[in-house]
């Protein structure tokens, strides 16, 4: 059973943005989003008009906190060969009702990408407003950036996530 990463939520995050569980890259580096061809850090780079690509980890997730903005996963463990959603079996989820204790003034969670989104089930009843996004991952190549771009800029312009 593989074991995901714990949340960067701070008590300030207004947005929390939810995966489904982290890549074989990323859970080799303990890194949300660490394969380098996944778009997250560019999309976020691009939205805040700050580079957090070329930043170490680290600093990466201050940038975030800075921007009110969290990271976590729908599930806490799985089995799954590779790294496809596809290929996850017998999924724990993680506890999203915990959210709003960790992040008091939570105004909305973006499932990034389809798999994490078959859990608005769980963020529905935060009752805050939810948002489903195309899939940073590599996997998502129908999309391009610039589209992918766009859908993220529509949702994450909606709140006050400036430092």
């Not at 008009?49 to 990271?71: I, P």
């Not at 290929?87 to 709003?100: C, E, F, G, Y």
Request: charged share 20%; glycine share 4%.
């Amino acid at each position: 059973m593989l074991e995901g990463l714990a949340p960067v939520i701070a008590a300030d995050t207004r947005l929390v943005i939810l995966g489904s569980f982290p890549g074989a890259a990323s859970l080799a580096a303990q890194q949300y989003y660490g394969h380098p061809r996944n778009n997250l850090w560019a999309l976020l780079s691009a939205l805040w008009d700050e580079d957090l690509v070329s930043l170490a980890y680290a600093q990466r997730l201050e940038a975030l906190k800075r921007h009110r903005t969290g990271l976590w996963d729908v599930y806490r463990s799985c089995e799954r060969e590779g790294s496809l959603d596809s290929a996850i079996r017998q999924p724990v989820p993680n506890d999203l009702a915990r959210l709003k204790t960790l992040a008091p003034r939570l105004q909305a969670v973006a499932h990034n990408g389809a798999e994490s989104a078959r859990s608005r089930r769980m963020t529905e009843p935060l009752g805050v407003a939810v948002h489903t996004l195309p899939s940073t991952s590599p996997a998502n190549a129908s999309w391009s950036f610039e589209r992918k771009l766009a859908a993220w800029r529509d949702v994450f312009s909606r709140y006050d996530l400036a430092p």
